[in-house]
């Protein structure tokens, strides 16, 4: 079996468990010696700015040194991408080797489901990679995912908190909030987005309960300086890093909050005791990388993963706010479970997009049709919308409409983020 039958292999599993999850999990962990209890760990849940976190807390460790591995969802080009050590996806020849020894197990389980398959891989790799720590995103959820049979992490960090996968979390933030909560365990400091009210109160009280210390970080603890096609500058207002001038390589506004989660989970675990180290942390956040989030992949082209209402309203506000001497422009598509109309809304009313081209993802079981998203745009927009069902065709529109003083933004769904990156091999 070479690495291509492997990724084959993976890509048929179900995405969903059949088996109570960490349950499950925790079956097929003891059998292959329980990896994930060999190095610390920073355990990452919520609904939006995860994968953020993630890099910048990547980006701060490896700075000082330390063997890091980081384990995200989903991958945007190819599958490796979801098991990095040091900010670089493993080899095909590692992922081979974990993929062997994985499957060999779960089959003697009865199987197991996509995401708990990589995630044993993952564990697996880090524990022979001899990493000093691992940065986890939970893939859905918390209290069920995979991811939480790590029983003592070093710091749970939960980041912005919004109604997505309400099928599965529940249909109130109070819900969800709650199911993001599974991941503070009992003694174990929890660092958490405070920016909305009905989640922090769910939040402190299984902290209290736990007796876990818990952080909360206030979206009025800091403010926008500058913003330029490169990224922000903020100032945060209180506690360890207040006067300081933090620069994130992102245009988007909420990734402030986003570090200043990943900064006070690092100071929480002890690894900001000084001013020098402080200040190391800050230059390691303002040269983070992280594909896919308002990253520029060509002068005047931004790509977004944005995917859900509360990820396109942050989103269309970013847009909004950016400088254009010319038109602006959106290329968009999107996948069945999410609330298409509140999307539309979102980049109708809270943008000036000159016009819209939809698009739709091939060879997705998920892809929302062109032509309905573009009856949803039609409710709400009153510009111009071209119909290209062909992602190919339609990314070739919109560079084609973009002028040199135009900007064009992509946006809908890290699927398409991931195509558009193969198409202009970014």
């Not at 708990?116 to 524990?127: H, P, T």
């Not at 919004?162 to 933030?173: Q, W």
């Not at 790509?303 to 859900?308: E, K, T, V």
């Not at 999307?343 to 892809?367: K, Y």
Request: net charge negative.
């Amino acid at each position: 079996m070479n690495y291509q039958d492997a990724v084959d292999y993976i890509e048929h599993i179900p995405k969903y468990a059949d088996s109570p999850v960490p349950a499950h999990t925790f079956a097929l962990m003891e059998r292959l010696g329980n990896p994930q209890d060999t190095f610390p760990v920073f355990h990452v849940a919520g609904t939006n700015g995860k994968g953020s976190v993630c890099a910048y807390l990547t980006s701060v460790l490896t700075a000082r040194g330390y063997r890091v591995g980081t384990f995200t969802s989903p991958h945007l080009v190819r599958i490796n991408e979801r098991i990095q050590i040091n900010k670089e996806p493993v080899s095909d020849q590692v992922f081979l080797d974990a993929f062997l020894r994985v499957k060999d197990v779960s089959e003697e389980l009865g199987g197991t489901n996509y995401f708990e398959f990589l995630f044993a891989m993952a564990m697996l790799i880090y524990q022979d990679a001899h990493v000093d720590y691992a940065v986890l995103e939970v893939g859905l959820g918390g209290k069920k995912d995979a991811t939480n049979v790590i029983r003592k992490p070093l710091v749970s960090v939960i980041t912005s908190i919004s109604l997505d996968h309400t099928e599965v979390l529940g249909d109130t933030i109070a819900a969800i909030a709650a199911e993001k909560a599974g991941i503070i365990k009992a003694g174990c400091p929890v660092v958490f987005d405070a920016g909305q009210t009905e989640a922090t109160a769910v939040f402190e009280q299984e902290a209290a309960r736990l007796e876990a210390p818990a952080y909360g970080v206030g979206h009025e603890n800091y403010q926008i300086l500058r913003r330029t096609e490169e990224g922000i500058t903020f100032r945060p207002l209180t506690g360890f890093l207040a006067g300081k001038e933090i620069q994130v390589p992102f245009i988007a506004d909420y990734q402030a909050a986003n570090a200043l989660v990943a900064l006070t989970a690092l100071r929480v675990a002890g690894f900001l005791k000084t001013e020098a180290l402080v200040d190391a942390a800050v230059w390691a956040v303002r040269n983070t990388r992280w594909p896919g989030r308002m990253q520029k992949i060509r002068p005047g082209v931004y790509l977004d993963g944005a995917h859900n209402s509360d990820g396109i309203l942050n989103f269309a506000m970013t847009v909004s706010e950016m400088p254009c001497e010319g038109k602006k422009y959106l290329l968009f598509t999107a996948v069945k479970e999410k609330n298409l109309d509140q999307m539309a809304e979102f980049l109708a009313l809270q943008t000036d997009f000159s016009g819209i081209i939809v698009t739709e993802l091939d060879h997705n079981s998920r892809a929302v049709p062109a032509e309905v998203l573009a009856e949803k745009f039609r409710r709400v927009y009153g510009g111009q919308i071209w119909v290209c069902p062909d992602l190919k065709e339609a990314w070739q529109k919109g560079l084609e409409l973009k002028g040199e003083k135009d900007l064009l933004f992509i946006a809908g769904s890290l699927y398409l983020a991931g195509r558009i990156m193969e198409e202009c091999e970014c």
